[in-house]
């Protein structure tokens, strides 16, 4: 059974249930103009990557372990970023700099924690 609610003078319906037809409706009788937001894809990525993080240090708690990904990444950076200087450059955009002094700060990035030493003693590291 349906009822009525009055509220500020205006007069609301609100039904038991809404047919499909209904809402069928409702979707012709939209804006036409009215184009729902994209997904944000970089959210899901995000929290991709979280998940992955927290699975990894999960199953790896050694420090070495975090080293090693980090270089690995920092390496894949850096190729990546090598990679787009030479297109750039080949396509004769001045970008190649840009893209080029990143690879060069990757390198850098890579060769500091290269040389960080983590200790031959055992860490339990559960913080984060």
Do not use: Y
């Not at 899901?44 to 790896?60: A, L, N, Q, R």
């Amino acid at each position: 059974m349906s009822f009525c609610v009055l509220s500020l003078n205006n007069l609301t319906f609100i039904p038991d249930s809404i047919s499909k037809n209904d809402l069928l409706r409702l979707q012709v009788d939209a804006e036409p103009d009215f184009v729902p937001a994209e997904p944000n894809h970089s959210d899901d990525e995000d929290f991709s990557i979280e998940c992955f993080i927290e699975v990894f240090i999960k199953d790896h708690k050694s420090p070495v372990a975090t080293k090693k990904l980090c270089l690995r990444l920092l390496s894949m950076l850096g190729a990546w970023h090598d990679v787009m200087a030479d297109k750039k450059f080949k396509e004769n955009d001045d970008d190649c700099l840009l893209w080029a002094g990143d690879e060069k700060l990757i390198h850098m990035a890579f060769s500091c924690l290269e040389r960080v030493d983590l200790g031959d003693q055992e860490c339990e590291c559960d913080e984060d």
